[in-house]
């Protein structure tokens, strides 16, 4: 489905930035306005849409009577105050980027905001798209395996990349690195298992990473390992296994779900960017109990949208979904709800983490204690 005619103002254009340029355009639709203050991240956007206006503030965005809706894509400590300013001001829909803020304090305001805001409001949570685990989905939500009974993820990755003012090397401005990151598979577990948690329980370290880096003084502080768990209202449970030294993987992503007649994994190869041919294709393996045997699938992806961002076409078919929602008023995939939740998730593994404690997932999902 193509939409044309739609017309986004853009908030931000370091990489994620770009990537949704791209998408937008692949899409049918139209980037008419940017607002990026840094020099280098705007000459590339300007290169990738150079139709569009640079205006210079959030005020001008909000202010432009050109627009159709606004996409916020700018460093993540930026989010709750920028989401702020303009759910005051404007009644265009909202398309946010992860993670939807980075102080517990923001949540309440986020929430109350958005429940009065008129327009769709779509939380940027690119991993829900991906064809193989659409598919993974799917076959969970027809039974494949029976009654679920837990769910494990691990991404074996690449380390953060560098980001204009090196901003997301510290946790006061990412967040850490179980809410930046990992708040994409916390929305996961909850849109897989279908059930909300109630209990978190991490491990983590600073073991390989960015170590020997110094900026203005001051050494990283983010994570690059952990180990998860979740305890969720149902009994069931669910893990997350993280590396960020581990380039080499065969796969970036491996989701993995046991269930009362058999198991399902969805495999996912990390973005062409680190290797000079795609090194496997993305696969969903339903292992059945009875009769014994793989069905394996390879999960195609078109081209052009694999070649659109290095999330496997995720950001391509959210803006296809963040559209319908516009123009044809269909329900929110991932609302503001579920983008605060994954927060709240990922801000209690953080603290696990630290504290060596089991957190407690408190006040229907939107806070955390010990």
């Known amino acids: 489905m193509m939409t044309k005619g739609l017309r986004y103002g853009l908030l931000g254009c370091g990489m994620m930035g770009q990537e949704h340029i791209l998408n937008i355009q692949l899409s049918g639709a139209e980037v008419a306005a940017i607002v990026e203050p840094d020099s280098n991240m705007r000459a590339r956007a ?54 939807l803020v980075t102080q517990i304090e923001q949540v309440k305001l986020i929430q109350q905001a958005a429940s009065e805001h008129p327009a769709p409001v779509w939380v940027g949570m690119e991993y829900r798209f991906m064809p193989p685990l659409v598919n993974f989905r799917e076959q969970l939500e027809a039974g494949a395996i029976g009654e679920m009974a837990s769910l494990s993820i691990r991404e074996h990755r690449f380390p953060f990349l560098k980001k204009v003012g090196n901003w997301n090397r510290f946790n006061r401005n990412s967040g850490g690195t179980l809410v930046e990151k990992c708040c994409h598979f916390f929305d996961l577990m909850r849109l897989l298992v279908a059930d909300e948690p109630i209990r978190i329980m991490a491990s983590a370290g600073q073991n390989c990473n960015h170590l020997d880096e110094v900026y203005q003084g001051e050494s990283p502080d983010i994570l690059d390992n952990a180990f998860v768990i979740v305890d969720f209202k149902s009994g069931r449970r669910a893990m997350l296994d993280l590396c960020m030294f581990a380039q080499g993987s065969r796969y970036e992503q491996e989701v993995c779900a046991l269930g009362s007649t058999g198991k399902l994994e969805c495999l996912i190869p990390g973005p062409e960017l680190l290797w000079k041919e795609q090194q496997a294709a993305p696969r969903v393996v339903l292992s059945p109990n009875k009769p014994v045997g793989p069905i394996d699938a390879k999960i195609e992806i078109d081209a052009k949208v694999l070649a659109a961002g290095a999330h496997s076409g995720g950001t391509y078919y959210q803006h296809l979904g963040f559209q319908r929602a516009i123009t044809h008023h269909t329900e929110v995939e991932v609302g503001i709800d579920d983008g605060l939740k994954a927060v709240v998730m990922g801000m209690a593994a953080q603290h696990s983490a630290v504290s060596g404690q089991a957190v407690n997932i408190t006040d229907n999902g939107y806070n955390f204690s010990c």
């Open 46 to 99: 300007a290169q990738l849409a150079p139709q569009a206006m640079q205006l210079n503030s959030v005020e001008q965005l909000i202010d432009s009577s050109e627009l159709d809706a606004l996409l916020i894509a700018t460093p993540n400590y930026q989010h709750g105050e920028q989401l702020l300013q303009i759910f005051a001001k404007s009644k265009l829909p909202i398309l946010v980027e992860k993670p």
